[in-house]
């Protein structure tokens, strides 16, 4: 453990001292941060989520989709949790039984093979 940490302080030591290695530093160790960060962008993902459901059992509604970026400006005073980590802002989908929150990924573009989801049940109206 002591080596690694030794390691990742070298790594930003190396990083910050000389700039021209910026770029090919960041290049190499992306498979290494990648999967971090979208674990946390994850984890944000599915607090909005549940936050969606919650918002439905106590109003009887879901965020439309045309009110989606007003509803997150009235929920999150912070710009972080309005985004993914990579400044694309957070989708909403909504089927019968589930809501997801879908992000575009590091290419920040929709439809291609980084982009994921989070899904979260919906809960059941009662009669």
């Known amino acids: 453990m002591r080596k690694l940490i030794l390691l990742v302080v070298l790594w930003f030591a190396v990083t910050y001292y000389f700039p021209d290695s910026r770029t090919w530093l960041t290049d190499v ?6 999967p971090v960060v979208k674990w946390d962008t994850k984890e944000e993902m599915r607090q909005v989520a549940r936050d969606v459901v919650a918002h439905e059992v106590s109003t009887g509604k879901l965020p439309d989709r045309r009110a989606w970026l007003d509803w997150m400006d009235y929920r999150y005073s912070l710009d972080e949790m309005k985004s993914d980590a990579w400044g694309s802002g957070y989708q909403l989908r909504v089927w019968a039984d589930s809501v997801a929150v879908w992000s575009y990924g590091p290419d920040r573009t929709r439809n291609t093979e980084d982009d994921f989801q989070v899904s979260h049940p919906r809960q059941r109206r009662r009669r």
């Open 29 to 34: 160790s992306r498979p290494l941060w990648i």
